[in-house]
């Protein structure tokens, strides 16, 4: 099923980089305009530099590419001797909690979603993927990774990590480490055999990814390193991946909508000490009280399925329960509606029948950015056309 292999990565040069945080960036789809200038700011060698470049039209394109070829030809950026796993671990906070994100990099064949092996999860909104197919002509690289997510019922990704902390970082800082790691050791390739692979980030990334390698396999004639896209790999149920609420915030309300509710929803007050996980419950939170209803679908797929019936309305998103009440609080929304994540167990369920959520659905977190690894197809074309 999944064809998942190691690579010869570009990372930075250790000799030249110090302070390996000062050159990250995170993905383009959150950077922005001020972020992006404060990242251009920081380091001269900042990621950003490739990763969303600056310029008008095409320029930015041509940018990046030159500056690529640049901090290779300068050392600034080095292949690795082999080709490896990247294994990556991050601690981060949710709520004060601490957490541990543990994964790794590699490279996975891309296919079509008909295949079945590479699952997209949700809808998204359209929009124009130009960009990001220009990045990866003139580049020929992934700079940043698609969030890839699996589902392991063993120990393997749990005992993969009794090896990996033994080997010597390329990176290390008091939040992350970044090892590379020879697969002749680990095995990640057969254990990938039979499996698929959940897209939690990056749907937009992807099918850019595959229309790019549809182009050249069909001019060339032949499968190679383009044929591959970089991921982030992380086991669903061991790798610390949290999966945090998207809540919805509504605006410009009327008689009909407040109607409509009350006649497809049976709504109930609650005082909300606790949130309950239920996935079939959502709350409504306005005038400073909670009310909720259960639903007979899962709760982000009847509430998508009420709101697309009121073309008038404004819909904002947000993670945070707080936030969602500020903004109500406020009166710059009306009414809240908070709901909990779908689990991961449910995740699998839904993208094994080969159904997709709604957008807006879920949202991964942490966010993998930009700078800890670069797969480049010129380097890796050889690697790839030799195990095709």
């Known amino acids: 099923m999944a064809d998942v292999r190691p690579f010869i990565g570009l990372t930075y040069n250790r000799d030249v980089i110090n302070s390996i945080e000062r050159v990250l960036s995170p993905p383009y789809d959150i950077i922005s305009p001020e972020l992006q200038m404060d990242l251009y700011r920081r380091h001269p060698y900042n990621i950003v530099r490739l990763e969303l470049p600056l310029g008008d039209n095409d320029e930015k394109y041509i940018n990046a590419s030159e500056t690529l070829r640049l901090w290779i030809r300068n050392n600034i ?117 039979g499996k698929v692979i959940l897209i939690a980030d990056g749907h937009h990334r992807y099918e850019t990814a595959l229309e790019y390698k549809n182009l050249m396999e069909s001019e060339l004639g032949k499968p190679g390193a383009y044929s591959f896209v970089m991921m982030f790999l992380v086991d669903a149920y061991s790798g610390g991946l949290s999966l945090l609420p998207t809540h919805r915030v509504v605006k410009g309300i009327s008689k009909d909508f407040e109607r409509a509710l009350r006649d497809t929803f049976d709504i109930e007050g609650d005082s909300l000490v606790e949130m309950s996980q239920d ?14 209803f259960r639903t007979e679908e899962l709760n982000v797929i009847s509430i998508h399925r009420f709101l697309s019936n009121f073309k008038d309305i404004s819909i904002s998103y947000t993670h945070s329960l707080e936030e969602a009440k500020s903004l109500v609080d406020n009166r710059a929304y009306d009414l809240a509606f908070i709901v909990n994540p779908p689990s991961m167990d449910t995740l699998k369920m839904i993208v094994e029948n080969g159904e997709r959520l709604p957008q807006k659905s879920t949202y991964f977190y942490p966010k993998i950015g930009a700078g800890l690894v670069i797969y480049n197809h010129n380097i890796n074309d050889r690697e790839m056309r030799q195990n095709v």
Do not use: C
């Open 279 to 292: 996935e079939y419950l959502v709350y409504i939170y306005r005038d400073g009280e909670f009310a909720r």
């Open 77 to 193: 950026l080095v292949p690795s001797k082999d080709a490896s796993f990247y294994f990556y671990k991050e601690k981060y906070k949710i709520e004060d909690r601490e957490r541990i994100l543990r994964g790794f990099f590699g490279v996975v064949r891309i296919e079509p979603f008909e295949k079945r092996v590479i699952l997209p999860h949700e809808f998204t909104f359209s929009k124009p993927k130009v960009d990001r197919f220009n990045l990866l002509k003139y580049t020929q690289s992934n700079i940043s990774p698609i969030l890839g997510m699996y589902f392991d019922d063993t120990e393997f990704s749990r005992d993969i990590w009794d090896y990996v902390e033994f080997q010597r970082p390329l990176f290390s800082s008091e939040r992350f480490v970044l090892w590379a790691v020879d697969d002749r050791n680990i095995d990640i390739t057969n254990f990938f055999v």
